[in-house]
Nanobody, 129 residues
Framework: QVELVESGGGLVQAGDSLRLSCAAS????NVWNVHSMGWFRQAPGK???????????????SYADSVKDRFTISRDNAKTTVYLQMNSLKPEDTATYYC???????????????????WGQGTQVTVSS
């Protein structure tokens, strides 16, 4: 069992930055340095959507077109933590943000909900115009 806890959300203005963190705990010893991690978001009334993913060692990342060049995903394997740096935030970035652990490993990016098996509880990001 792997537990994921997100933090760092809040209320900001358009153009501001936020950094989200996702700390993993539990039985991470055999999985953290192998599996990819991802960030998703879900706005009210909308489906959960892919935001970014990162492979086990941080060498490969993937982004949704809507956040490319504004968001950066990274990970610190020593701290079993993954981050999402969000710059130039827009009102349309308002959503609950979730981190997740990939179900499998070996590919460079995982972009669908079905690719992930453990999820955090989410952290709210609200961007005012």
């Amino acid at each position: 069992q792997v537990e994921l806890v997100e933090s760092g959300g809040g209320l900001v203005q358009a153009g501001d930055s936020l950094r989200l963190s996702c700390a993993a705990s539990g039985r991470t010893a055999n999985v953290w340095n192998v599996h990819s991690m991802g960030w998703f978001r879900q706005a009210p009334g909308k489906e959960r959507e892919f935001v970014a993913s990162i492979n086990w060692n941080g060498a490969m990342t993937s982004y949704a077109d809507s956040v490319k060049d504004r968001f950066t995903i990274s990970r610190d394997n020593a701290k079993t933590t993954v981050y999402l740096q969000m710059n130039s935030l827009k009102p349309e970035d308002t959503a609950t943000y979730y981190c997740a652990k990939s179900r499998q490993y070996g590919r460079t990016d995982y972009r669908t909900i079905e690719d992930y098996d453990y999820w955090g509880q989410g952290t709210q990001v609200t961007v005012s115009s």
